[in-house]
């Protein structure tokens, strides 16, 4: 009950927030930018230039991240491999993003990842501790012990009724998705909602118990960042989600508050193994637009191209 | 004096174990304390019939020992730190009483010694057994090392909310893996066993087992400081009861010289301040001065001819009942994967100390101590346990860390090259090839894209390219089954090069592990895939796509 009771705390949350959002859009019709809110902001150019132009484009990110407080970004670093591999999200998005939530009045930001192999080889190999460790108040932290999750429960689950999510994630309070465009063997394409299985403790269970796809959007249910920022900088097209596979550059960067209208997008930006699908086509994005979790098709939605 | 620089040794001595660890810096030697022991050196050399680089280093002590005298035992070798430390912690007040036939047992070490020599001469190395500073290290990789992560976690599990309190993230997030080995009690009883030898007479280990002792107390006699007792002498006896090493004779103006660790013990408690160690260059004129102090007695005299006759019958058979086993002809034939770089079997028995420096600096943990594998000459060997842990690509520190280079220290690409076996797959445990399972969990951990799948009857199913794979055991460890994984590495196909380029041999051998796009490609070609309860994936399917074969896993076949 008590994790119930927290769950809500963070629903109510996300409304005010929304709100929030809102209302600051409505005082603030000056910028441009913010006269028509977009679903998608795309940004095409280098990783530093287009995650800024990006979060400008989104009306700053002092919209989802106010002062004094904590924010945990959620990059991929699973991966003990550089950035060039594709596996990983590129070290200078999430500098950018920290940066910018410092610039907002962040008290604590933490770079968060459940990696796959070893936490310290991970963090060192991404090149993501050593772009963040100049950063002031920028934690990058690599987990692997149960001891750092806390279990909640999933109200609206249809395969998962509980799930441990990071202690750090549910106690702060604004989280930021950073993922990697990058296919995954078992779910097609690893993105956004895919990323979640970083800030769970027991996810193999996904793999060799439940249906992996119904899991995760039973996921996305009680995990929702307030902002997604996709690095497509790079692709991992074939080979995913560990590598070694083709890596193209589409030199992007998605930015939403959707999760599953970004990964949607995500899914076009380039051929997966050489051939191109559609965000509806992705069985777990499929599923979690079906449960209403957010805009699948992009002709429905409004959005921002432009060139940093 | 002495003290301070025998604990600044172990502290040295910690500091270079605790260094040995990924990623270790090419320049520093954190094997250091092992490349200086020349008893470990002599019988790698010995048993492999090959000079080793790095056991060089042990002249230093050598050479020293020549010139001071046996300095090393006193000041320098942190087991007699950790001995002497245990004893103050323990039994100081307890009187200290020589045992009977004190001569007697003093000539154990150097049968010992002569028992380690002549067996390694005979091929089989033992003297990793007693000699004290592998003992010491394993000591400190199986029981210490992991006891203390343990203390150190409970610590910061203890300190978290403070740390939380306090704004502290990292710190309070920071966690250490925690080490584990077989059968570490082993070690933990001997250890326990020597230490508490000490109760019976101050360092009973030093003065009548250490075999690197006796090997000393060959050449120390020769060194410069030797002892000296003035006329002033009244015969109290204090510095022969003080005297940790016993080395005192009954006339207290006596020295056995070969025992004398120049701790100067002796001159301290003297209350007439008759003892002195004055320099002398040599043995014939100490002898003159002390009338007693003959150069090397116990090594020359008193341990006989027949003494190393039957020394030398107990190392030859040792060695004969330590090799004459099934194990001998078995070699490379069981299932026993050993470290990349590791020597030849044969060699690598023979050079390998068992000291555990490598099994401390795995990055994984995947290194464990052999017990009964590969007979007794195999005794705390390395091997990889795959089912427990990988072997990491981007570490080599295992052989960096080789003090006699049993395993070869190696460059990444030349170690990723280092294939130590082959990955098979046991098909009749495999969920995808047994129970037609969407399994897919080592093709995706596979670092070098060993694994592939291809269709058969219908299926997509895991291949294993043999050639690419080096035996890193990512699958091993990851196969979901409960019990043996279904997919084991084994030694089949292993590159154990006693020099030379392991790249040049894998490139000859026409193998290939390159983390390299490979062929992917393949999974277009399956065409098992369901959409599995998804009607509305179903109602969007046009007949035309439904036989479109077409699709990797996780996409749908909606326009």
């Known amino acids: 009950m008590k994790n119930f009771g927290r769950e809500i705390t963070r629903r109510d949350f996300l409304k005010s927030a929304a709100a929030g959002a809102a209302l600051s859009f409505a005082w603030k019709p000056v910028f441009s930018n913010a006269q028509e809110e977009y679903d998608l902001v795309v940004i095409s150019g280098d990783p530093v230039a287009a995650t800024r132009k990006a979060l400008e ?100 689950g249809k395969v998962l009724d509980r799930v441990e999510v990071l202690k750090e994630v549910l106690d702060s309070q604004v989280l930021i998705s950073l993922p990697v465009t990058k296919s995954h063997s078992a779910t097609g394409v690893s993105m956004g909602i895919k990323g979640l299985m970083g800030l769970i403790w027991n996810r193999t269970s996904f793999h060799d118990k439940y249906n992996i796809n119904q899991a995760l959007a039973d996921l996305a249910t009680v995990i929702k960042p307030q902002l997604t920022i996709l690095d497509a900088s790079r692709a991992l097209v074939s080979g995913g989600p560990g590598g070694p ?19 949607s997008y995500g899914v076009t930006v380039a051929p997966w193994y050489g051939q191109n699908f559609k965000g509806r086509q992705v069985e777990h994005l499929l599923v979690a637009h079906q449960r209403g979790l957010g805009k699948i098709d992009l002709d429905q939605l409004r959005i921002f191209k432009g060139k940093a | 004096m002495r003290t301070f620089v025998q604990t600044f040794s172990l502290l040295l001595f910690t500091t270079f174990f605790s260094l040995a660890t990924y990623k270790l810096p090419d320049w520093l030697p954190a094997d250091i304390y092992l490349r200086l022991d020349p008893l470990l050196g002599l019988s790698a050399i010995l048993a492999g019939k090959e000079i080793i680089g790095r ?10 020992t020549l010139t001071i005298g046996r300095f090393f035992c006193g000041y320098v070798c942190p087991m007699g730190a950790v001995i002497d430390l245990s004893h103050y912690l323990l039994w100081r007040r307890k009187k200290n009483s020589p045992l009977k036939s004190e001569a007697n047992f003093r000539k154990i070490k150097f049968f010992l010694l002569f028992i380690f020599l002549i067996a390694a001469l005979a091929g089989v190395s033992l003297s990793y057994f007693m000699d004290p500073l592998p003992l010491l290290t394993r000591f400190y990789t199986f029981i210490l090392y992991p006891l203390v ?63 690197l002792g006796a090997l000393l107390s060959f050449i120390s006699p020769l060194g410069l400081w030797k002892r000296r007792v003035s006329q002033e002498c009244n015969e109290c006896l204090k510095c022969q009861k003080a005297c940790p090493m016993g080395a005192v004779e009954e006339n207290p103006k006596r020295i056995h010289l070969a025992e004398c660790i120049q701790c100067r013990t002796c001159a301290e408690v003297c209350p007439k301040g008759a003892i002195t160690f004055p320099t002398s260059f040599s043995l014939a004129k100490a002898s003159e001065h002390q009338t007693s102090a003959k150069g090397g007695e116990y090594s020359t005299v008193d341990f006989s001819r027949r003494g190393f ?177 279904a997919i084991i590495v084994v030694p089949s196909g292993e590159i154990r090069l006693k020099e ?60």
């Open chain 2, 309 to 485: 006759l039957y020394s030398a019958a107990g190392g030859l058979t040792l060695a004969f009942l330590a090799d004459r086993t099934p194990f001998t002809p078995l070699k490379g034939k069981y299932q026993l994967i050993r470290p990349p770089g590791a020597l030849p079997e044969t060699d690598f028995l023979q050079t390998c100390i068992r000291c555990g420096e490598c099994m401390k600096s795995c990055l994984t943990n995947t290194l464990q101590p052999c017990l009964w594998e590969s007979g007794l000459t195999g005794l705390w060997t390395p091997k990889m346990d795959l089912r427990f842990a990988p072997c990491e690509q981007n570490c080599n520190v295992c052989g960096k860390v080789c003090p006699t280079q049993a395993l070869r220290s190696l460059s990444l690409e030349e170690k990723t090259n280092a294939k130590v076996g082959t990955a098979v797959l046991r098909k009749e445990m495999c969920l995808v090839w047994a129970q037609d399972k969407l399994c897919l969990i080592c093709d995706e951990i596979c670092p070098y894209n060993a694994i592939v799948f291809r269709t058969v009857e219908g299926y997509r199913r895991p291949f294993v390219i043999a050639s690419r794979c080096n035996g890193c055991g990512f699958c091993e460890q990851k196969c979901p089954i409960q019990g043996d994984s």
């Open chain 2, 500 to 559: 030379g380029s392991y790249l040049k041999e894998a490139q000859k051998l026409q193998l290939e592990f390159k983390p390299d796009p490979g062929d992917d490609k393949f999974i277009l070609e399956e065409s098992g895939f369901k959409v599995e309860g998804e009607q509305k994936g179903k109602e969007n399917l046009s007949p035309a796509e439904k036989t479109q074969p077409k699709k990797p896993k996780g996409f749908l076949l909606i326009p």
């Open chain 2, 149 to 211: 992560i343990t203390l150190i976690n409970l610590f910061l599990d203890l300190m978290r909310p403070i740390f939380h309190a306090l704004g502290w993230i990292s710190l309070s997030h920071q966690h250490y893996s925690q080490p584990v080995y077989y059968l570490a009690i082993v070690t933990f009883l001997i250890f326990a066993g020597i230490v508490t030898l000490s109760r019976l007479t101050i360092r009973f280990w030093c003065r009548y087992l250490c075999p």
């Open chain 1, 245 to 263: 596979g083709e890596v193209q550059k589409p030199n992007l960067i998605i930015a939403g508050v959707d999760p599953v209208a970004v990964d």
């Open chain 1, 57 to 156: 484009v989104m009306g700053g990110i002092s919209r989802f991240v106010k002062k004094g407080q904590r924010v945990v970004l959620k990059p991929n670093m699973s991966f003990a491999r550089p950035p060039e591999s594709g596996c990983n999200t590129h070290p200078q998005v999430v500098t950018t993003v920290a940066q910018a939530c410092l610039e907002a009045g962040a008290q604590q930001i933490m770079v968060m990842d459940y990696t796959l192999g070893r936490p310290e080889l991970c963090l060192e190999r991404s090149g993501i501790r050593q772009a963040c460790k100049s950063i002031k108040n920028v934690h990058v932290i690599g987990i692997e012990e149960k001891k750092f999750f806390r279990e909640i429960r999933v109200p609206q």
């Open chain 2, 55 to 64: 056991a060089l280093w042990s002249l230093i002590i050598v050479g020293t």
